[in-house]
């Protein structure tokens, strides 16, 4: 029995302090002796063969080191092959998948297939110098015809993205669950859209950065990245730059948010040039690299035909995505098939058919973003009920009503394989429960009859609702360990790379509740290939499931060889044991207990030689049978103000469905985040490229974040219908909210503006975008 | 949302070298640009200047810091005008507790400008050298028939607000001339009621404005005059709506009399619409924003004067 | 060529030669050692190198250090005499969960402190307002607004 004190409950957080006083690294504070400076020449054209690299003026500069180009790295750095993930026979048969190889070379050779590839990286001893060099290398170009949009890009006479494929869609999918075709000749109403979300980049406050140091003397590489996947960057270090695993180690500093993210180029040639020049190096991305070229996201345009009967019961729903993938996709079928498995949603649609094509053009990569292609799935469905609604003539509540799988048939299969090979099932949930809080704590009624009122005086208020899925934390296995220091406390290393979700707080909760001490005798440690012998890192909203499952399962074993160990100690059998508040006390003994201390130093004692570790430690790891499905209902009100098409939010709910919250005000802070996230991008956020292939955003001025004046203050409220698929019960919160922002804000200023027929199936939606939809409408005489 | 034309990659974070130099009189400062044509800049707050700096899109190899220039740090008024000191922040003007009615429009246009950190720095003179058409302070020493003492090589002189913005970040300031100080005249005490208004739209809190509009109406017993109509953000510089003006100008202050304000701003910017350019934001601006601010300003700065005259 | 300034940072004097064309956010970091000050694009528009210059907020990325002679600077660091310890708002900051990865945290306390300082109002608008120049990532705002209300109220109880 353990002593149960911090979990669920909302403990401060043990990274406050530090953060809080500026007492802490990331990468930019990282300084290392001797250090110089890299920035990267990239290219400007979209799609080009590149001439000539003139570097005669950059290496007579003031404070020149080197400078390289891909011409340079010859054999010695290979270029980025490694996919994310590996894709079982049974799920390429099923969802007939075609993945083309993926290879991106480290620096261009012989050419440029997007704006922002880097051609070149500039050493010199100061950052200052560094752009100043990169202003004299020259470079020439001969421009070839960009592809810029994913649909010319599949026509015959479009150029080609990557010359070793024979057309530019990288990879796609296909499933078919039931019988759409049949079942669509039965429906009474068949409506077909498309819908489109913009894209948008990750664009956390922090750049990215890497600093590399080499060690000569021995043989180690140490390199410090913003990396939010550390034990996969070090596999690829060692592919690419021909090194052992024992000859690198992966630390990562402090990170200020990342929402997303792979392996960069940038991540390989800075250890190498540390290795090749003896020197630390230390490169740090600006704002416009990071607009432009790192993390980019969304971009997928989604058609939908969906079956209803008269009532407005859906009967099957038929699915075609388009990815605008970029110049490069490592990340393959994930965004297309997230669509694919999220577009659902909490609703029961027995038919179902999904194509989806990875398309390539001359853009920067596509990645998975904070929601990773469910924002976009949840915009086109909820959209897609809203739009029947209307023609039904149902409330868009009592659409959703009549198609939220009921909690008698969850466990629900979707009929297909998830990703990871495994049945996609949702495991746990109470849809219809969730959405009826919704509208109890929205005050849904309510609104509808202030809107109708307000219409009379001449304002537009729009209501909107959204139901999401999230399918969380997905595998492979993270392993922990922990250890109890002579002192009696206790250090946790962990595979979780935390950049702002509180793992550490969380983490020190499980271990401390399982272990019945004190929260402040946890220290975790995250962060450091050399903690573990294996790991992911933290994505997909995992870490709560897939590290927390591994903390607890460590800290039971500890717990497990704590009490052995005491009780050889105390000459007591072990059932005779207590051990609570740090204390192994033989039962009905007041004088024999020891302290962990005490355990502690005795176990040092005892163990000169025999075991592999000096100080008592246990290990764990926790595979994940497959994903758990969190979902969340939220509800925005707001209103298109008349004078200027402006859109004012006036209140937003949520109730979200997490399993068990670990900590409840981190869980919050997720929804709000995560919500804000997702305003931001529908109204906001978007990277711009003309036909012509070039960013015209490439900067916080022309690339709007929303801030704290835009963003409203949300009322989150949960459920808890725990999943037994771990042993913490808990489900991934992280991305959901992102997910429905959007899509419920979509569906409110449709909604605001229905008497004009005025529909938003594409973000971001501004006012000017707005006006043009009403401009043809009567609109200006209504007001 | 504002791009930046013709923005690629360039993106570079440290200054290239320059000196700095901090005169103490502005005729030193005029002889300083004198001798340094194309290669100085002045520097007073930085929020204009040191950005485009950091992304090299301006290199100088001299900054002239006027900062330790005397006397330019006040804001006076009395019964004839406003003045402005040179060095005078567009926070001082937010928090100036003794802004005249008639110049309202400038209380109004300071608490939209960027955010609290950037007016702590920002200089007033500095953001009207600057002349960016989707800026408050050129759109304002129009509307309000401001003033501006300049000082050069050959001395003083006084431009003025309507000769002051040529075009895209051009000014009629010789490049010898320093910006000494800045006047908005008050109307005579007379018994004529003047009020102003100012309102723009911007995405976000606090960018620059896709587009504005300021207002100032005097009125007469219950005649409209002496009406200035000032649009900013769709041409390269802030202009004067003179065909409204003129219909204001044959207006009452009745609700009714002022109407068709906003059929008559669409008109007159639709007819003019060569004159912009077609990107979808400006149709936006041209037929919808821009009538219904000048709509909402007309009527807001009716409501004050009929309250001032306890009509 | 470089000039010696004498200035005030976070309660102690330091004379120090410049560059002119060295930010305050580059002296702090990289002459100082302060690193708390963080720049998240070196053009004036994230907010998070935000410290205060003779108790304003400035960006200090888009000041010279070079014109800060004479000047008192507080930075993140400085906000608390013991560094070990949270001020009120600080300690504000962390119950109501206004920083989660931490990276913008700095300028943000810089600005609510100079909000403070000046009598901002409780209302959410308000504090909304003055906070709008500092993005955030992570947290939508909601923890920062929060924890100001929290501190305005707690000075009027007190």
């Known amino acids: ?783 | 949302m504002i791009t930046d034309p013709g923005g690629v990659t360039e993106t570079i974070m440290k200054f290239a070298e320059f000196e700095l130099i901090k005169p103490k009189s502005p005729s030193e400062v005029s002889r300083l640009l004198n001798d340094n044509i194309d290669s100085a800049k002045i520097l007073a707050g930085g929020q204009s200047l040191l950005p485009l700096m950091a992304l090299r899109l301006v290199r100088p190899a001299l900054l002239i810091d006027i900062t330790g220039l005397d006397a330019m740090s006040e804001i006076a008024v009395n019964s004839k005008n406003l003045e402005i000191g040179a060095l005078v922040t567009h926070r001082q003007v937010e928090l100036f507790g003794d802004m005249p009615e008639e110049l309202n429009a400038i209380s109004m246009g300071m608490r939209v400008l960027g955010h609290i950190a950037i007016r702590n720095r920002g200089t007033v003179a500095g953001s009207l050298a600057h002349c960016d058409p989707h800026a408050e302070w050129p759109a304002l020493i129009l509307g309000l028939d401001g003033y501006i003492n300049v000082e050069g090589v050959n001395g003083p002189r006084r431009i003025q607000g309507s000769d002051f913005s040529l075009g895209w970040y051009t000014s009629s300031l010789l490049p010898d001339e320093i910006i000494t100080s800045i006047g908005f005249p008050l109307k005579a005490d007379d018994g004529t009621h003047t009020t102003s208004y100012m309102s723009e739209y911007s995405l976000r809190h606090g960018d620059f404005a896709l587009a504005g509009v300021v207002v100032r109406l005097s009125a007469v017993g219950d005649r409209i005059s002496d009406a200035r109509c000032v649009v900013f953000g769709i041409a390269a510089t802030a202009e004067r709506l003179t065909f409204l003006e003129d219909y204001l100008n044959q207006s009452n202050l009745s609700e009714d009399s002022t109407r068709d304000v906003g059929n008559i701003v669409k008109q007159i910017l639709i007819e003019n619409n060569t004159h912009y350019s077609e990107s979808m934001s400006d149709s936006y601006c041209i037929q919808y924003l821009i009538p219904n601010l000048f709509t909402d300003g007309i009527r807001a700065a009716v409501a004050n004067l009929k309250i001032s005259k306890n009509l | 060529m470089k000039t010696l300034i004498n200035i005030h940072v976070n309660g102690i004097e330091f004379s120090l030669s410049v560059d002119p064309f060295i930010t305050v956010g580059d002296l702090l970091r990289e002459n100082l050692l302060l690193s708390g000050t963080r720049l998240g694009c070196e053009y004036g528009s994230c907010g998070s190198c935000t410290v205060l210059i003779n108790k304003i907020s400035v960006r200090s990325c888009l000041e010279l250090a070079i014109r800060l002679d004479g000047s008192s600077v507080v930075t993140v660091e400085g906000l608390n005499e013991n560094h070990l310890e949270l001020n009120e708002l600080q300690e504000a900051f962390s119950k109501h969960h206004a920083l989660q990865c931490g990276y913008c945290t700095s300028g943000m306390l810089i600005t609510c402190t100079e909000y403070l300082e000046q009598g901002g109002t409780i209302d959410e608008e308000s504090i909304r307002d003055a906070l709008s120049g500092n993005l955030c990532r992570c947290t939508g705002y909601q923890g920062a607004v929060d924890a100001v209300q929290a501190v305005i109220r707690n000075r009027v109880r007190a």
């Open chain 1, 1 to 783: 029995m353990s002593h149960i004190n911090y979990v669920g409950k909302s403990v401060r957080r043990v990274e406050d302090l530090r953060l809080l006083t500026g007492q802490t690294t990331f990468i930019g504070d990282i300084c290392r002796p001797n250090m110089a400076f890299a920035v990267f020449v990239r290219s400007t054209e979209p799609n080009a063969l590149i001439k000539s690299i003139n570097v005669a003026s950059a290496e007579k500069a003031q404070g020149f080191i080197e400078i390289l180009t891909g011409d340079d790295l010859d054999e010695d750095v290979l270029g980025l092959t490694k996919k994310f993930y590996q894709l079982t026979p049974e799920f390429v048969n099923e969802a007939n998948v075609f993945e083309s190889n993926y290879f991106e070379p480290i620096l261009a050779v012989g050419k440029v297939v997007h704006v922002g590839q880097p051609i070149a990286v500039v050493v010199a001893e100061t950052r200052q110098c560094a752009e100043n060099i990169r202003d004299l290398v020259e470079v020439e170009y001969i421009g070839q015809t960009p592809v810029v949009d994913p649909e010319q890009a599949q026509t015959e006479d479009s150029s080609l993205v990557n010359s070793k494929l024979q057309n530019n869609v990288d990879a796609g999918f296909q499933i078919h669950v039931g019988d759409v075709d049949a079942s669509e000749k039965n429906a009474d109403l068949v409506v077909e859209r498309e819908f489109y979300f913009g894209r948008s980049t990750g664009s956390p406050i922090e750049n990215r950065g890497v600093v590399s140091e080499w060690n000569s003397i021995n043989s180690l590489m140490t390199v410090w990245s913003t990396t939010q996947i550390p034990y996969i960057l070090r596999s690829n270090l060692q592919m690419c730059l021909k090194m052992d695993a024992t000859q690198l180690e992966v630390l990562v500093p402090d990170m200020g948010g990342s929402f997303g993210g792979g392996i960069y180029p940038e991540e390989i040639i800075i250890p190498y040039l540390a290795k090749k020049l003896n020197r630390p190096i230390q490169w740090l991305e600006d704002r416009g690299e990071s607009i432009t070229n790192s993390r980019h996201s969304r971009d997928q345009r989604i058609k939908v035909r969906g079956g209803f009967d008269s009532s407005g019961k859906i009967l099957s729903l038929d699915v075609r995505i388009v990815q605008d993938a970029g110049a490069f996709n490592p990340f393959g079928i994930t965004l297309i098939h997230n669509v694919a498995t999220h577009i659902r949603s909490q609703y029961l649609v027995p038919n179902f058919r999904a194509v989806g094509l990875a398309v390539l053009t001359n853009k920067t990569r596509n990645t998975p973003v904070r929601g990773a292609g469910r924002p976009e799935a949840t915009l086109a469905i909820d959209r897609l009920f809203d739009i029947a609604a209307k023609q039904i003539g149902i409330d868009p509540a009592e659409i959703r009503e009549r198609n939220l799988i009921p909690s008698s048939e969850i466990p629900y299969s979707l009929g297909m394989l998830y990703r990871d090979g495994v049945p996609a099932i949702y495991d746990s949930g109470g849809f219809q429960e969730q959405f009826t809080k919704l509208l109890k704590e929205s005050k849904y009624l309510e609104w509808r009859d202030i809107q109708k009122q307000e219409r009379e005086n001449g304002r537009f208020i729009g209501i909107g609702l959204s139901c999401h899925v999230e399918a969380t934390g997905i595998g492979p296995t993270e392993t922990s360990r922990i250890v109890l220091e002579e002192n009696g406390t206790f250090t946790f290393f962990t595979g979780a790379q935390p950049h702002g979700q509180s793992h550490h707080t969380v983490i020190s909760q499980i271990v401390a509740d399982q272990l019945g001490v004190k929260i402040e005798n946890i220290l975790v440690k995250s962060g450091n290939t050399n903690y573990l012998p294996i790991g992911s890192g933290t994505f997909g909203s995992r870490s709560a499931i897939v590290a927390g499952s591994s903390a607890k399962l460590s800290a039971e074993l500890m717990r497990a060889k704590i009490i052995d160990l005491a009780s050889e100690l105390l000459e007591a059998n072990p059932l005779d044991i207590t051990f609570m508040d740090g204390i192994a006390s033989v039962n009905g003994s007041s004088s024999r207990f020891l302290s962990l201390e005490q355990i502690s130093q005795r176990y040092i004692q005892s163990n000169q030689t025999q075991s592999d570790s000096r100080l008592l430690a246990a290990n764990a790891e926790f595979t994940p049978p497959t994903v758990v499905y969190g979902s969340g209902s939220h509800f925005v009100v707001l209103e298109v103000l008349a004078s200027t098409l402006a859109i004012k939010i006036l209140d937003y709910v949520s109730v979200d469905d997490c399993g068990a919250m670990l900590n409840p005000i981190v869980v919050d802070g997720q929804v709000y985040g995560g919500v804000v996230h997702g305003v931001s991008n529908s109204l906001f956020e978007e990277v711009m490229y003309d036909e012509g292939g070039y960013c015209s955003n490439p900067n916080l001025v022309g690339y709007l974040l929303a801030s704290s004046a835009e963003s409203p203050r949300i009322r989150a409220f949960h459920l808890d219908h725990p999943t037994a698929s771990n042993p913490l019960g808990v489900k991934g919160v992280g991305e959901g909210a992102t997910s429905s922002a959007p899509a419920a804000i979509a569906n409110a200023v449709s909604d605001a503006l229905t008497s004009f027929a005025v529909e938003v199936n594409s973000l971001p939606i501004t006012p000017w975008a707005l006006f043009e939809k009403i401009s043809k409408t009567n609109f200006a005489e209504a007001l």
